[in-house]
């Protein structure tokens, strides 16, 4: 199947990057959301994030104005959906939520559609029930963020057809991102359970009184040389994020270790959630990280 329109269902930090490159791999695109407000919010940031590109001579200005052109943002889920060959899940990380939004979308997208979803950690098995196309269903995970991230964790379960997940390959390749296919399901996929073991060491590091949060992230960078710290990573994925992954996989396993850490919870309680609130472990004014 030629894939010619694509649908992304949410335009928060994760769609509108994966729509603008859906749209800058020729694709006529369709960004939905429920919030005419969040569309456009996206909107201005992708003028935004396109002008520094043309200003850097990344692309030219005929390509931005022409992927601008693919793209068409609405709160209409049917108008977003009714013609798409590939839809593209982008809402919060629930999987109620996530359920609701597959079973509306597999009413209204044609039947040879494949419908994935973006989720760092769910996988679609999980989902793929709500439709009444489980073969169709597959998991493309894009990393944060998506227009800067040359990854894509395409993941087929068991319900998932081979010709689903050829489909989301070759789509991530004409996106320009390298795909990676994981033959199994597995909560968290690879990079992700990598990270989650970063961070739940850092922070029991860091709840026990080893060292302050920005000493831990110090030591990461400067001594085993990755590019950002646990609690700088925290803050940009969302710590929202992060809560709401692990109260899904604590829901999935019963594990005690599973669960929110107590500084998580009452982050998310106090609405810190990192750079997108101007607050998290660190506190950010006008994109500057305080230390």
């Known amino acids: 199947m030629t894939v010619k329109h694509v649908t992304v269902i949410g335009a928060g930090s994760m769609g509108h990057q994966i729509a603008m490159l859906s749209a800058l791999a020729g694709f006529q695109t369709s960004v939905q959301d429920m919030s005419q407000d969040s569309l456009d919010q996206a909107k201005k940031k992708l003028t935004e994030i396109m002008q520094r590109w043309v200003q850097k001579e990344k692309i030219t200005a005929r390509s931005r104005d022409e992927a601008f052109e693919r793209i068409m943002f609405t709160t209409d889920l049917k108008e977003a959906a009714s013609e798409a060959d590939l839809v593209i899940e982008a809402v ?25 979803t973006n989720s760092s950690t769910i996988v679609s098995s999980l989902i793929a029930d709500a ?15 998506p227009l800067v991230m ?46 989650f073991a970063i961070q739940k060491e850092a922070m029991a590091l860091y709840e026990g009184g080893y060292a302050d949060f920005k000493d831990i992230d110090k030591i990461t960078r ?14 940009l994925s969302g710590i929202d994020v992060g809560y709401y992954v692990m109260q899904q996989r604590y829901a999935e396993t019963g594990d005690p270790e599973d669960k929110p850490s107590e500084t998580l ?16 472990f660190y506190t950010y004014n006008n994109k500057v990280k305080s230390r």
Do not use: W, Y
């Open 131 to 145: 439709t009444s196309r489980p073969e169709k269903v597959c998991n493309m995970h894009f990393f944060f963020p």
């Open 92 to 116: 919060v990380e629930k999987l109620k939520v996530k359920r609701e939004v597959f079973a509306r979308v597999d009413e209204i997208a044609p039947k040879h559609a494949v419908l994935a």
């Open 150 to 195: 040359d990854c894509v964790e395409v993941v087929k379960g068991d319900h998932t057809s081979e010709e689903a997940a050829v489909l989301a390959m070759d789509v991530c390749e004409q996106m320009n991102r390298t795909a990676v296919l994981l033959q199994k399901e597995i909560s968290g996929f690879i990079a992700n359970r990598i990270l």
């Open 265 to 280: 919870v009452k982050k998310v309680e106090a609405g810190e959630f990192g750079r997108k609130t101007g607050k998290g």
């Open 222 to 235: 400067k001594a085993l040389s990755h590019p950002i710290g646990p609690f700088e990573l925290m803050d």
